[in-house]
């Protein structure tokens, strides 16, 4: 099916900037929440998650304002141990339950309080990961929340042991903390392998900040969400629709589809890069020509058999800005 027009990311509107994945002194961070909420504002940023590791904390009544929101949640984890003494883990999952919008607060049998914490699901030896995955996503569901699945080339977990998982709505593709700590923190093969296999899976940048001093962990992923106002029903209302992208560095202004072509509005960046779904040699890359400013601007012609489009544009430095994925049966 051949894809029609469509503009991703339209012009106009608010735009919204936040971090989905944070830690402060509630788990292992060094920033009391109080600090992390003010070094964020003081970066440009509009929301946070403090995504404490299985610990549900909602600062949004200390927190939010006209200029600033709280996304309550926590970084529910499962771990595979070699063995009942638990000195060594072989895997995990962390997934971040992020209460969700009004609706699914509304309709939830009970909610997380503040400070409740979710014990992790242990497994020894060996495990059906993505069944483990799938029941702590509902695990989380049941309790009101979205579901996320974070850095799974860091948690060592295999393809078969989470990507066909139910229950989370998007994958974290970048984690500027595990870049920095050990070169784990891109997982857009991942990303594209589910895609390729037809599941319909967002992506987001993110921090996983600590502040411990042991190198940068801080500011260097974030989403930008398109949303009619800055509150967190709202803002988590675009994140389950896609209305956002995902940056380490540079402005994804719009993208769309035009009459068999892909367009891309972009900050000055080294390439831009259509990513695509469907025969060998689908998608494409444009790169700046040597001596000029960059690009801000790119087209690419759609060979027909695509399954589905994503745009990612990098700039000199490598960092990088990520549309969600858009798919030829949608209009």
């Keep these: ?100 919008t009004d609706e699914m607060v509304g309709a939830a049998p009970r909610l997380f309080s503040h400070m409740e914490r979710l014990e992790p699901i242990r497994c020894h030896g060996s495990w059906d990961g993505e069944a483990v995955a799938g029941e702590l996503a509902r695990r989380l569901a049941e309790r009101g929340c979205v579901v996320t699945y974070n850095h799974p080339i860091w948690s060592r977990v295999e393809p078969d042991e989470f990507c066909g998982a ?29 895609l390729r296999r037809g599941r319909r899976v967002l992506g987001f940048a993110s921090d996983d900040n600590h502040n411990e001093g042991l190198f940068d962990d801080a500011f260097g992923g ?9 509150s967190r029903d709202a803002i988590v209302r675009a994140l389950l629709a896609g209305d956002y ?40 890359t444009v790169i700046a020509q040597a001596g000029t400013e960059g690009l801000t601007h790119a087209e690419f012609e759609l060979r027909g058999g695509e399954t589905y489009l994503r745009v990612e544009c990098v700039d000199a430095r490598g960092r990088t800005a990520w549309s969600n994925p858009a798919f030829a049966d949608e209009a």
């Design 1 to 100: 099916m051949p894809f029609s027009d469509q503009v991703f990311l339209a012009p106009g509107g608010s735009r919204y900037k936040g971090n989905l994945h944070s830690h402060t002194t509630n788990s292992d961070g060094r920033l009391t929440p109080a600090e992390s909420v003010a070094a964020f504002r003081a970066h440009g940023y509009d929301f946070l998650c403090l995504s404490e590791h299985d610990l549900y904390t909602d600062y949004s009544d200390a927190f939010d304002d006209e200029g600033f929101v709280i996304l309550p949640g926590l970084e529910a984890s499962a771990y595979l141990y070699a063995d009942e003494s638990e000195s060594v883990r072989l895997r995990c999952h962390h997934m971040h339950g992020i209460l969700g």
């Design 166 to 194: 139910e229950g989370y709505f998007a994958l974290e593709i970048f984690n500027y903390d595990t870049v920095n700590e050990s070169g784990t923190g891109y997982d857009v093969t991942y990303w594209d392998l589910m």
């Design 222 to 230: 974030w989403v930008i969400v398109r949303a009619p106002e800055l």
């Design 245 to 284: 992208y995902s940056s380490s560095g540079p402005e994804l202004l719009s993208w769309g589809v035009e009459a068999g072509r892909v367009w891309v509005e972009c900050s000055p960046c080294e390439r831009v890069n259509l990513v695509a779904g469907g025969p060998v040699n689908a998608g494409g």
